[in-house]
């Protein structure tokens, strides 16, 4: 079936990195963006980055551009966010989320379960 | 990048209706088609309702529609059901390949 699974995730230390990893299958990887999403402990969604299907184009929110990075290698049907200088504020449960409709990257139709990031010293 | 804006609240009881607004900018909401609708229960990942204003995946049930007028969209769901009692969160294309949620809505059945 269609899925997306997120790994990578735990505790750090803030200043410290981590990379975070979305393994794609039952569908055609390379032919869809994939977004990263976070939602903070008992707060909303907040869009982190997007990359379109063949990785041709990344975006990010202010927030998180010049310290996160987003990529994807369509070999291994897998996304990536390597994360750098990680601050307390990026603790979070961050999905990947599939770019749904080739209209817009809005619409995310594809979810992974989450992983958990917490930056505490 | 601001959030758009949701009530942070609603409710209704079951067979109702009632409708979620969600408020942004001519910059986001009201300068593109381009706004989707979230079901997220407690420590799930949340779940796709309705995409480009007012679409609905395979499998939505039609008791969830949307709308757009200027910089507000809405979600209403109509006949209530116990099961609809979860998060709502908007989201919308806000240019330049970008996009922002609202701050979500958590809709009760009383």
């Known amino acids: ?33 994939i977004h990263w999403v976070r939602q903070a402990p008992g707060k909303g969604l907040e869009w982190v980055a997007v990359i379109w299907y063949d990785g041709s184009k990344v ?7 010049g310290r996160f990075t987003i990529s994807r290698d369509n070999s291994k049907n897998t996304a990536y966010l390597q994360m750098n200088t990680l601050r307390a504020e990026d603790t979070a449960v961050y999905f990947c989320a599939r ?9 995310m139709d594809v979810w992974g379960q989450g992983t958990t990031v917490s930056v505490s010293s | 990048q601001s959030a758009l804006t949701q009530p942070p609240s609603a409710s ?9 607004s ?36 395979s499998g939505v049930p039609d008791r969830f529609s949307g709308s757009k007028s200027d910089n ?15 998060h709502y969160y908007c989201s919308s294309y806000a240019g330049s390949d970008t996009v922002v949620f609202g701050g979500g809505t958590k809709l009760t059945v009383l």
């Open chain 1, 1 to 33: 079936q269609v899925q997306l699974v997120e790994s990578g995730g735990g505790v750090v230390q803030p200043g410290t990195s981590l990379r975070l990893s979305c393994a794609a299958s039952g569908f055609r990887f390379s032919s869809y963006g």
């Open chain 2, 22 to 57: 969600c408020t942004g900018t001519s910059s986001d909401v009201g300068g593109y088609n381009y706004v989707s609708w979230y079901q997220q229960y407690p420590d799930k990942a949340p779940k796709l309702m309705i995409y480009e204003v007012n679409k609905r995946p």
């Open chain 1, 59 to 65: 975006k990010y929110v202010d927030s998180v551009r």
């Open chain 2, 12 to 20: 209704g009881s079951p067979g109702q209706s009632v409708a979620i």
């Open chain 2, 72 to 86: 507000t969209a809405s979600l209403t769901v109509s006949g209530l059901q116990a099961e609809d009692e979860a």
């Open chain 1, 99 to 107: 770019v749904g409709y080739a209209s817009s990257v809005d619409g």
